[in-house]
């Protein structure tokens, strides 16, 4: 079984940036694409960013140039910086474990996912 602890998610006014933060265990990065997903009120959960077992990331078209993931494998810490953040970004941000060397970003197929961190972006 594969933990997943995120953290970071807090109220930003728009603009702004926050850093959310997912400890996995160490084994996770050779074995496994690490993810966030979100999931805003009514909708459907969807894959945001997402970094391979070789380290190459794929980042979502709605999140291009203002979002970067990172993972850091000394640390067992992936991680979600985001900036710019708006009224769209609001959502309960989830930590993913995929069983493939590439994010598919198709939820059904992970393994394992975090408690979530809620972000709020309002003025």
């Known amino acids: 079984h594969v933990q997943l602890v995120e953290s970071g998610g807090d109220s930003v006014q728009p603009g702004g940036s926050l850093r959310l933060s997912c400890e996995a265990p160490?084994?996770?990065?050779?074995?496994?694409?690490l993810a966030w997903f979100r999931q805003r009120l009514g909708q459907a959960r969807e894959g945001v960013a997402g970094?391979?077992?070789?380290?190459?990331?794929r980042v979502a078209d709605s999140v291009k140039g203002r979002f970067t993931i990172s993972r850091d494998n000394a640390k067992n810490t992936l991680s979600l910086q985001m900036n710019s953040l708006n009224s769209e970004d609001t959502a309960m941000y989830y930590c993913?474990?995929?069983?493939?060397?590439?994010?598919?970003?198709?939820?059904?197929?992970?393994?394992?996912w975090g408690q979530g961190t809620q972000v709020t972006v309002s003025s």
């Open positions: 993913a474990a995929e069983p493939n060397n590439v994010c598919s970003f198709a939820h059904s197929v992970v393994d394992y």
């Open positions: 160490g084994y996770t990065a050779s074995a496994y694409c």
């Open positions: 970094i391979g077992t070789d380290g190459v990331s």
